[in-house]
C-alpha cells in the first residue's frame, strides 16, 4: 500500500511538477550520464556552492579601506562569526574559524534553499547530512591529534588506569555516536519542515503556508547555529586544555 | 488489521509519544531558564546558548522518532 503523500522529492508524478523547472533540468543531465535522480541533492549542494562563492568572489575582488555595501556585509558575517566562535570556544577559537564558519554558513544556505521557489534544501538528504557530520567527526580527531599528538587518545582510556577497559568502549561508542546524532538531527529537522510546508501548499497554496515558512526560516538558523556549536564543542573537547567537553549526543 | 495498517497507526503514534515525552521536558528546561535569567539578567546570554544546546539534544530525540517514522512510511510500507 502507497500513501498518497505529497512527497518532496516523489520524482516525476509530484503534484507541484508542472511549476518545476529546475528539478526536471537536473533530472535531465543526469539520464544523460544515465545516473539516478538520488544526486539531485548533490546538483543543488554545488549551486548553492556556486552561488556562496560567487558573491564572496565579487565581494573581495577589490578590497578597499572604506568598504563598499558587498564588502560591508561579508565584514559583517565574519566579524558575527568570530564573537560566535570566541564566546564558545575562547580565544582557541580564532584558530579553527575557517572550519566552523563554514560549516555555518554553507549549512544556513542549503536549509534556507528550501523555501526558496524552484530551490530543494540540500541537507533534507541524508546522504548530505551524513556527508557534512563525517567529515566534522574526522576533523575533530584531526584537531585533536594535531594539538596533543598521540597524547589524544589518553583521554579515551579515562582518568583511573584501572577503569580503562570500561572506559574505553564507552568513549568509543560516545564517539561514534556523534556523527549519527549530527546527521540525523539535521535530516530530520529540514526534511520535516519541507515535508510540513508541502502538505501545507497541497492543501492551502495561498497565504496559510506563510506563517509556516517564517517560524522554519527561524529553525534553519537554529539548526545551523546547534550543528556548528555541537562541533565548537567538540572540538575544545578535544583540544589540550578547553574545558573538558559535555559529553552531549 | 494487516501490516500496513499496523505500520501506518505506529508510525503516527511514533511521532505523538516522541513529541509529548519531548515536549516536556523542553517546557522544564524552559521554564528554570526563564527563572534563572529572571534572577540573573546580566548573564542572560550565556544562559541562553546552553539553553538551546539543551533543547537541541531533547529535540534530537523527537526528530529520532520522526525518523523513525518516516522509515516505517516510507521504507517498510513501500517494500
Redesign the interface.
Known sequence: MNLPLPAVSGGSGSIIDPYLVLRPFFEHVLHKFHLTHDFIPVFYGMLLTLIIGTFCYFATRNIKDVPGPMQNLLEMIYLKLESFTVSMMGDAGKDWIFLIGSLFIYILGANLFGLVPQGESPTSNINQTVALALFTFFFIHYAGLKSQGLNYFKHFLGDVWWLAPLMLPIHIVGELARPLSLSMRLFGNIRGEDITLCILFFLAPLFVPLPMALFMAFTSFIQAMVFTMLTMSYISGALPHGEHGEEEH | MTL?MWI?IMSGLTVALGAFAGSFGMAKAIASTVESIARQPEST?EIR?TM??GL??I??LT??C??IS?IL?FVY??G
Open positions: 500496513p501506518v546570554g546558548t538551546i544546546i537541541a539534544l529535540e534530537s526528530i529520532y520522526l525518523v518516516l512510511l510500507n513501500a
